[in-house]
C-alpha cells in the first residue's frame, strides 16, 4: 500500500468519523410559525448571550419591509438540543424585531450591555431604540407609506404577509460532547458570526454549570480591578475584561501544559471545570482579590498602560510569588519597574514564555 494511498484512506476514516459526530440542517420557516415556536418555548432567546440588539427605529423598519416586499435576509442560527428545543445561537436582531412588532417579545433587551453594531459605533443611546413591543414603523426607504403605522394599525393583509414571510434557519446537531458542539459553533461564527473567543465561550457554556464561568464574571465587576484597567465600554462590551480574568485564573500555577494555542489551553480549561465538582473557586477568589488589594496600594494608576500582556504576567507573577511583597511596598514599586523595563520579558514569544519569565521577575529579589 502506497503512503498516498494510505493518506487518502486515513483521511476517509476521518471525515466518516467527524461527519456522524455532528450535523446540521438548513431549513426554510416563516415569521409565524417561528414566533408559535417561541410562545410555546419551543425556540429559546437567552439576548443576554447574543452580540446584539441596538438597532435604530429606521433599521429595523428596513426590515418589516423587506419582509414585505419578499427581500432575502440572513439566516439565523439555532442548536437543537435532545428534546428537539430550539436555542437561538444567532440572529437575535431578526427575531427580536419581528416578535417585538407583533408585540410578542416578553424579554427586556434594553437592559442588555451588548456590543454596538459596528456601523453604529458613532450613535448614542438616546438615538437607539431597544425593546418596545408593537413599536412604531418609519417612513421605508422603499415603501414610504409605512411611516406611523404599528402591528394594530396595519392592514390585516400586510399582517398576514409578515407572518407568512420566510427566514433561512440553520440548526445544528451534534452528539453530546461538549468540545465537537463549540467546535461547530466556532466554525460558523468563524464564517461570519463576529464573536470573539470569550463571547463564543460566553454563548457556548451558558447553561452548563460552570464554575469558572460564573466567577470570571463575577469579578469581572471587581471595583479594583475596573479602575486600574480602565477597560473602554467597547472592550467590555466585547467581554475583554472577562477574557483578562480568565486568563488570570487558567494560568496561575497551571503554565506547564500550555502550548502555542492560548485559545485550545482556554477552552480545556473550562471545560474541564464543568466537571469538576469541587472547582476551587474560592481559592481563585482571594488570590485574585489579595493581588489587586497589594497593586491598588500603591496609587499607580498606570500600572497596565501601555503595557502588552502586562495584566496576565504581572497579575500571575505577582499573585505566585505574594508573600515576598505584602509588607513591602517599596520592593513592589521597585519590583514592578523592573519588570515593565524588561528586555527578556520584552523579548519572550508565547504566553508560557511570558508567564514564565514574569515568574522569574517576582520571585528573584536580586532581579
Known amino acids: 500500500m502506497?503512503?498516498?494511498f494510505r493518506n487518502i484512506q486515513a483521511l476517509?476514516?476521518?471525515?466518516?468519523?467527524?461527519?456522524?459526530?455532528?450535523?446540521?440542517?438548513?431549513?426554510?420557516?416563516?415569521f409565524g410559525v417561528l414566533m408559535n415556536l417561541y410562545k410555546n418555548k419551543e425556540l429559546?432567546?437567552?439576548?443576554?448571550?447574543?452580540?446584539?440588539?441596538?438597532?435604530?427605529?429606521?433599521?429595523?423598519?428596513a426590515l418589516i419591509e423587506s419582509i414585505l416586499l419578499s427581500i432575502p435576509i440572513p439566516p439565523i442560527f439555532v442548536a437543537e438540543d435532545e428534546e428537539g428545543i430550539w436555542e437561538l445561537m444567532d440572529g437575535l436582531?431578526?427575531?427580536?424585531?419581528?416578535?417585538?412588532f407583533f408585540g410578542e417579545l416578553n424579554i427586556d433587551v434594553s437592559k442588555l450591555d451588548t456590543p454596538l453594531d459596528a456601523e453604529n459605533n458613532d450613535l448614542s443611546d438616546e438615538d437607539l431604540i431597544f425593546n418596545t413591543n408593537k413599536w412604531e414603523l418609519e417612513a421605508g426607504g422603499l415603501l414610504k407609506g409605512l411611516k406611523g403605522f404599528n402591528i394594530d394599525t396595519l392592514p390585516?393583509?400586510?399582517k398576514l404577509l409578515l407572518k407568512r414571510g420566510v427566514c433561512r434557519v440553520e440548526i445544528l446537531r451534534s452528539e453530546n460532547n461538549t468540545n465537537i458542539k463549540y467546535e461547530l459553533?466556532?466554525?460558523?461564527?468563524?464564517?461570519?458570526?463576529?464573536?470573539?473567543?470569550?463571547?463564543?465561550?460566553?454563548?457556548?457554556y451558558r447553561n452548563a454549570d460552570s464554575a469558572v464561568m460564573s466567577l470570571v464574571s463575577e469579578l469581572s465587576q471587581h471595583p479594583i480591578f475596573k479602575k486600574l484597567t480602565n477597560l473602554s465600554a467597547q472592550q467590555k462590551r466585547a467581554r475583554y475584561d472577562q477574557e483578562l480574568i480568565l486568563r488570570f485564573v487558567a494560568f496561575l500555577n497551571k503554565i506547564e501544559p500550555m502550548d502555542d494555542n492560548t485559545e485550545h489551553y482556554l477552552n480545556h480549561f473550562v471545560e474541564k471545570s464543568i466537571h469538576q465538582i469541587d472547582f476551587p473557586s474560592m481559592y481563585y477568589k482571594k488570590s485574585f482579590n489579595d493581588t489587586l488589594q497589594l497593586l491598588d496600594s500603591l496609587n499607580d494608576g498606570t500600572l497596565f498602560k501601555n503595557q502588552n500582556n502586562a495584566f496576565?504576567?504581572?497579575m500571575v507573577g505577582l499573585a505566585q510569588n505574594i508573600e515576598k511583597y505584602k509588607n513591602n511596598s517599596d520592593l513592589l514599586r521597585q519590583k514592578i519597574q523592573c519588570f515593565k523595563n524588561d528586555v527578556l520579558f520584552k523579548q519572550s514569544v508565547g504566553v508560557k514564555n511570558r508567564l514564565q519569565r514574569a515568574n522569574q521577575i517576582f520571585s528573584d529579589l536580586n532581579l
Not at 448571550?49 to 429595523?60: A, D, E, G, I, P
Not at 464573536?195 to 454563548?203: A, D, G
Open 12 to 30: 476517509e476514516q476521518e471525515v466518516a468519523r467527524q461527519s456522524i459526530r455532528l450535523s446540521s440542517d438548513i431549513i426554510t420557516v416563516s
Open 93 to 100: 436582531p431578526i427575531l427580536a424585531t419581528v416578535f417585538s
Open 156 to 158: 390585516q393583509k400586510y
Open 185 to 204: 459553533f466556532k466554525r460558523l461564527n468563524s464564517l461570519g458570526m463576529s464573536l470573539n473567543p470569550q463571547e463564543v465561550r460566553t454563548i457556548f
Open 2 to 4: 502506497t503512503p498516498v
Open 44 to 61: 429559546i432567546i437567552q439576548p443576554e448571550y447574543q452580540r446584539l440588539y441596538r438597532w435604530t427605529n429606521s433599521q429595523k423598519t
Open 312 to 314: 496576565e504576567s504581572m
